[in-house]
């Protein structure tokens, strides 16, 4: 099975700060990689699809990239409403999902 | 806008059944997949398993496979997921989540708000 880790686990930050969440996975999933959002007592939010591609509606200070089997989100400047957990999700074998990285104040 | 309504909370005692239903709205059901997501207290997303809407093909996680059933009913645009035997390690919001592709790139792109299903003597 392929294991997705994620690091950091949590986070620091504050408003305007450029954050990195990084993804990565025990084997190759070419740009089978997407990000979601969660908010506490909500269902998760697609982010990012195929590692870079911006789901609909979503602003564009999210975005991704890929380096071999390492993924990355950013978030360009850190907004009020972006403080959430991130999980990144591979879609290469099966819909497993990272464990999550918590963004807090 | 796309919909996804899942039934309302259960107890269940530890050997017993749930199915939690998932009721798609607004879009055609059969062109899309439901997966099934759940997520236990203060923990992350763990993947279910996934059933076509359209040939009701399903593939399970291993971790739940011979313990889970998922179905759906086109007629109403329904999908159930059954988990049988359960245990205390059950208990967690399980989540429908609409299964969508472009090309060969599958993701969730709409959930449900969730099913709190506790399971406890």
């Known amino acids: 099975d392929i294991q997705m880790t994620q690091s950091p686990s949590s986070l620091s930050a504050s408003v305007g700060d450029r954050v990195t969440i990084t993804c990565r996975a025990s084997?190759?999933?070419?740009?089978?990689l997407n990000w979601y959002q969660q908010k506490p007592g909500k269902a998760p939010k697609l982010l990012i699809y195929?590692?870079?591609s911006l789901q609909n509606g979503v602003p564009s200070r999210f975005s991704g990239s890929r380096s071999g089997t390492d993924f990355t989100l950013t978030i360009s400047s850190l907004q009020p409403e972006d403080f959430a957990t991130y999980y990144c999700?591979?879609?290469?074998?099966?819909?497993?999902f990272g464990p999550g990285t918590k963004v807090d104040i | 806008q796309v919909q996804l309504v899942q039934s309302g909370a259960e107890v269940k005692k530890p050997g017993a059944s749930v199915k939690v239903s998932c009721k798609a709205s607004?879009?055609?059901?059969?062109?899309?997949?439901i997966s099934w997501v759940r997520q236990a207290p203060g923990q992350g997303l763990e993947w279910m398993g996934w059933?076509?809407?359209?040939?009701?093909?399903?593939e399970y996680a291993q971790k739940f496979q011979g313990r889970v059933t998922m179905t759906t009913d086109t007629s109403t645009s329904t999908a159930y997921m059954e988990l049988r035997s359960l245990r205390s390690d059950d208990t967690a919001v399980y989540y429908c989540?609409?299964?969508?592709?472009?090309?060969?790139?599958?993701?969730?792109?709409?959930w449900g708000r969730g099913t709190l299903v506790t399971v406890s003597s």
């Open positions: 195929a590692t870079s």
């Open positions: 607004d879009y055609t059901f059969t062109d899309y997949g």
């Open positions: 059933i076509s809407a359209d040939n009701g093909n399903t």
């Open positions: 084997q190759s999933i070419s740009s089978y």
């Open positions: 999700q591979q879609s290469f074998s099966t819909l497993t």
């Open positions: 989540a609409r299964l969508a592709a472009v090309g060969v790139y599958w993701y969730f792109d709409f």
